[in-house]
């Protein structure tokens, strides 16, 4: 995968989510419910409800199930490419991308949390999580 968030303040807030087996995910990977009950997987596309952002590596194979995800703390995590301004209520934008939140994004889980500076176009910014 590529573009994956780079944490800047240490979360403090940390779920586990069930992760299918087989597949590797590196840290700073953004992740959505995939299933029921508490099943993630990579972000891969815009309004997918956010599940945190791996902490750790998860390496696949090993016949364990879990990740660590941080659902706090500020991450540097790329705009998907329209710019944003600082304060700004983003969501997920799609494979560790983010995009300016809109109100579907509140109401279906995407919202990640706020801008802490003006974002070009395709430019990594820091994200402060929503915390929950």
């Known amino acids: 995968m590529a573009d994956e968030a780079v944490c800047i303040i240490a979360p403090k807030v940390i779920r586990s989510r069930t992760v299918a087996t087989a597949t590797p995910i590196p840290k700073g990977t953004i992740l959505y419910f995939s299933a029921d009950p508490n099943t993630a997987a990579a972000s891969s596309a815009a309004d997918q409800s956010f599940a945190g952002i791996t902490i750790e590596e ?75």
């Open 58 to 132: 998860f390496t696949g194979g090993e016949g364990k199930t879990t990740v660590s995800a941080a659902m706090d703390g500020v991450w540097d995590i790329k705009d998907s490419g329209a710019g944003a301004t600082l304060g700004t209520a983003v969501a997920i934008g799609g494979a560790n991308l983010f995009v300016t939140a809109d109100a579907a994004d509140l109401l279906n889980g995407a919202f990640l949390g706020y801008l802490q500076e003006t974002a070009a176009a395709s430019e990594v910014c820091r994200v402060e999580l929503r915390g929950y």
